[in-house]
C-alpha cells in the first residue's frame, strides 16, 4: 500500500519562501509520475506542479511559475516542492499525489492521481 506523508508547511510573511516535502513509502516510487495539489478554502482542488517519473519533465501552474520549482529524489522515493516569494494568494492545504499509472505523460487532473497525502498547511500572511 502506497503512504505520501508531506510536510514543510507552515506561516509566512508574503515574500518568503518554503519547502515542502513528501515521503513515499510502499511501492515503486521511481515509476510513477507525481504532482503537487492545493486546495484553498471553498475552491477546488488544483494542480500546481507535477513531474515526470524520470524527472526529466515538468509543468507548472501560470500563477507560480518562475516562483515555486518541483523536484523528486527517486533514490529517496521523495517529491519536493521549493516555494519562493510567496504571496497571500498561495494560502491553502498542499498535498502531495501519485499517478493511478505507471510512467505515461504528465497529467494535471485530480483523476489522475489515486494516492495522496494528508496535506500540510501553508498560510502566507501580508
Known amino acids: 500500500q502506497v503512504h505520501l506523508a508531506e510536510s514543510g508547511g507552515g506561516s509566512v510573511l508574503a515574500g518568503g519562501s518554503l519547502r515542502l516535502s513528501c515521503a513515499a513509502s510502499?511501492?515503486?516510487?521511481?515509476?510513477?509520475?507525481m504532482g503537487w495539489f492545493r486546495q484553498a478554502p471553498g475552491k477546488e482542488r488544483e494542480c500546481v506542479a507535477a513531474?515526470?517519473?524520470?524527472?526529466?519533465?515538468?509543468y507548472y501552474r501560470e500563477s507560480v511559475r518562475g516562483r515555486f520549482t518541483i523536484d523528486r529524489d527517486n533514490a529517496l522515493n521523495t517529491l519536493y516542492l521549493q516555494m519562493n516569494s510567496l504571496k497571500p494568494e498561495d494560502t491553502a492545504v498542499y498535498f502531495c499525489a501519485q499517478a493511478s499509472y505507471q510512467f505515461g505523460g504528465l497529467n494535471l487532473n485530480t483523476w489522475a492521481y489515486d494516492h495522496w497525502g494528508q496535506g500540510t498547511q501553508v498560510t502566507v500572511s501580508s
Open positions: 510502499g511501492g515503486t516510487f521511481g515509476s510513477y509520475n
Open positions: 513531474i515526470s517519473w524520470s524527472g526529466a519533465g515538468t
